[in-house]
Nanobody, 119 residues
Framework: QVQVVESGGGLVQPGGSLRLSCVAS????????VGWYRRTPGKQRELVAT???????NVEDSVKGRFTLSRDNAKNTVYLQMNNLKPEDTAVYYC?????????????WGQGTQVTVSS
């Protein structure tokens, strides 16, 4: 059974940092692409960053220079380091793990972790 579990969310002040973690089990993690997405109330889930198995990382312009995605295949874990957080980064953040030829909708999702940026 495949499980994807996010952690690391919380409340942080503007300008602060958080690191999200996502652990995937029940799959051959190293041959799956990974991604972080987020959703705010009333909006569709949007892409934050993805990493293909070859190491190519794509980061959305809105978070470029502030967020970094990394993965540790030995730990079946993908991270999202978020620095200089802004109130508009407030959202539920989701991890997605998929085979490289599939879109995110064909992959596995975690339950999400809430990030709130507020003073």
């Amino acid at each position: 059974q495949v499980q994807v579990v996010e952690s690391g969310g919380g409340l942080v002040q503007p300008g602060g940092s958080l690191r999200l973690s996502c652990v995937a089990s029940g799959i051959a993690f190293s041959v799956h692409a990974v991604g972080w997405y987020r959703r705010t109330p009333g909006k569709q889930r949007e892409l934050v960053a993805t990493a293909e198995i070859g190491g190519v990382v794509n980061v959305e312009d809105s978070v470029k220079g502030r967020f970094t995605l990394s993965r540790d295949n030995a730990k079946n874990t993908v991270y999202l380091q978020m620095n200089n957080l802004k109130p508009e980064d407030t959202a539920v953040y989701y991890c997605n793990v998929r085979r490289p030829w599939l879109s995110s909708s064909g992959g596995y999702w975690g339950q999400g972790t809430q990030v709130t940026v507020s003073s």
